[in-house]
Protein backbone atom coordinates (compact mmCIF):
# COMPACT_ATOMS: atom_id res chain seq x y z
CA UNK A 1 0.00 0.00 0.00
CA UNK A 2 2.93 2.27 0.80
CA UNK A 3 4.33 1.83 -2.30
CA UNK A 4 0.58 2.62 -4.02
CA UNK A 5 1.02 5.99 -2.40
CA UNK A 6 4.41 6.66 -3.25
CA UNK A 7 3.01 6.16 -6.93
CA UNK A 8 0.36 8.36 -6.48
CA UNK A 9 2.59 11.47 -5.32
CA UNK A 10 5.24 10.89 -8.18
CA UNK A 11 1.91 10.89 -10.31
CA UNK A 12 1.18 13.92 -9.41
CA UNK A 13 4.15 16.00 -8.97
CA UNK A 14 4.22 15.02 -13.07
CA UNK A 15 1.12 16.84 -13.44
CA UNK A 16 2.51 19.89 -10.98
CA UNK A 17 5.71 19.95 -12.71
CA UNK A 18 3.85 20.31 -16.43
CA UNK A 19 1.54 22.91 -14.91
CA UNK A 20 4.83 24.78 -13.41
CA UNK A 21 6.38 24.36 -17.26
CA UNK A 22 2.82 25.93 -18.95
CA UNK A 23 2.77 28.61 -15.97
CA UNK A 24 5.76 29.82 -17.62
CA UNK A 25 4.29 29.36 -21.39
CA UNK A 26 5.02 33.36 -22.25
CA UNK A 27 8.73 32.35 -22.54
CA UNK A 28 8.11 29.39 -25.02
CA UNK A 29 7.30 29.64 -28.60
CA UNK A 30 4.00 27.64 -29.68
CA UNK A 31 5.13 24.53 -30.64
CA UNK A 32 6.76 24.30 -26.74
CA UNK A 33 3.72 25.51 -25.36
CA UNK A 34 1.71 23.07 -27.40
CA UNK A 35 4.16 19.95 -26.47
CA UNK A 36 3.61 21.49 -22.36
CA UNK A 37 -0.26 21.41 -22.69
CA UNK A 38 -0.32 17.65 -23.95
CA UNK A 39 2.31 16.61 -21.31
CA UNK A 40 0.09 18.06 -19.04
CA UNK A 41 -2.97 16.79 -20.57
CA UNK A 42 -1.22 13.36 -20.89
CA UNK A 43 -0.26 13.83 -17.05
CA UNK A 44 -3.56 14.51 -15.39
CA UNK A 45 -5.14 11.51 -17.66
CA UNK A 46 -2.30 9.01 -15.86
CA UNK A 47 -2.65 10.53 -12.72
CA UNK A 48 -6.93 10.24 -13.02
CA UNK A 49 -6.83 6.62 -14.29
CA UNK A 50 -4.36 5.51 -11.26
CA UNK A 51 -6.56 6.77 -8.41
CA UNK A 52 -9.65 5.54 -10.35
CA UNK A 53 -8.26 2.16 -10.24
CA UNK A 54 -6.09 2.39 -6.83
CA UNK A 55 -7.66 -0.11 -5.07
CA UNK A 56 -7.34 -2.67 -8.03
CA UNK A 57 -3.83 -2.30 -7.09
CA UNK A 58 -3.64 -3.37 -3.52
CA UNK A 59 -3.59 -6.98 -4.40
CA UNK A 60 -2.34 -7.65 -7.84
CA UNK A 61 -4.68 -10.23 -10.27
CA UNK A 62 -4.59 -10.49 -14.02
CA UNK A 63 -7.40 -7.62 -14.37
CA UNK A 64 -5.06 -4.66 -12.28
CA UNK A 65 -1.56 -5.83 -14.93
CA UNK A 66 -4.24 -5.04 -17.73
CA UNK A 67 -4.63 -1.86 -16.13
CA UNK A 68 -1.10 -1.30 -15.40
CA UNK A 69 -0.87 -2.09 -19.75
CA UNK A 70 -3.87 0.54 -20.37
CA UNK A 71 -1.86 3.17 -18.33
CA UNK A 72 1.30 2.75 -20.06
CA UNK A 73 0.10 4.67 -23.22
CA UNK A 74 -0.55 7.77 -21.17
CA UNK A 75 2.56 7.05 -19.16
CA UNK A 76 4.64 6.51 -22.98
CA UNK A 77 3.32 9.81 -23.69
CA UNK A 78 4.57 11.68 -20.91
CA UNK A 79 7.96 10.15 -21.60
CA UNK A 80 7.68 10.99 -25.51
CA UNK A 81 7.06 14.92 -24.55
CA UNK A 82 9.72 15.37 -22.12
CA UNK A 83 12.10 13.96 -24.76
CA UNK A 84 10.97 16.10 -27.60
CA UNK A 85 10.96 19.45 -25.54
CA UNK A 86 14.35 18.39 -24.24
CA UNK A 87 15.98 17.70 -27.19
CA UNK A 88 14.23 19.04 -29.77
CA UNK A 89 14.07 22.49 -27.77
CA UNK A 90 16.54 22.48 -25.36
CA UNK A 91 18.43 25.53 -26.38
CA UNK A 92 15.06 27.59 -26.23
CA UNK A 93 13.81 26.29 -22.89
CA UNK A 94 15.32 28.10 -19.61
CA UNK A 95 17.05 26.15 -16.99
CA UNK A 96 13.58 25.97 -14.71
CA UNK A 97 12.19 24.39 -17.76
CA UNK A 98 15.02 21.90 -18.40
CA UNK A 99 14.53 20.97 -14.33
CA UNK A 100 10.99 20.28 -14.58
CA UNK A 101 11.02 18.04 -17.57
CA UNK A 102 13.81 16.10 -15.75
CA UNK A 103 12.07 15.99 -12.54
CA UNK A 104 8.84 15.31 -14.67
CA UNK A 105 11.28 12.29 -16.32
CA UNK A 106 12.22 10.91 -12.96
CA UNK A 107 9.13 10.70 -11.93
CA UNK A 108 8.20 9.07 -14.70
CA UNK A 109 11.00 6.39 -14.55
CA UNK A 110 9.67 5.50 -10.72
CA UNK A 111 6.37 4.78 -11.89
CA UNK A 112 7.30 2.90 -14.53
CA UNK A 113 9.87 0.86 -12.87
CA UNK A 114 6.93 0.34 -10.12
CA UNK A 115 5.00 -0.94 -12.77
CA UNK A 116 7.61 -3.47 -13.82
CA UNK A 117 8.32 -4.81 -10.50
CA UNK A 118 4.69 -5.38 -9.85
CA UNK A 119 4.36 -7.12 -13.00
CA UNK A 120 7.23 -8.80 -12.50
CA UNK A 121 6.67 -10.06 -9.12
CA UNK A 122 2.59 -11.34 -10.11
CA UNK A 123 4.74 -13.57 -12.90
CA UNK A 124 7.22 -15.24 -10.75
CA UNK A 125 4.02 -16.14 -7.95
CA UNK A 126 2.11 -17.44 -11.12
CA UNK A 127 5.14 -19.54 -11.78
CA UNK A 128 5.62 -20.50 -8.27
CA UNK A 129 1.85 -22.09 -8.08
CA UNK A 130 2.79 -24.01 -10.85
Not at 62 to 72: G, K, R, T, W
Not at 88 to 99: A, G, I, K, M, V
Amino acid sequence: MELNKRVGEYAAAIVRDAALLLADASNMNIEQQQFAGELKRHSARFVSFFNEHLTDFAELTHESIVLIHDMSNPLGLIEGYCELLLTRESDNLYQSQRQQLQQIKTAHDFILNTFIIWVNSEHEKGNQST
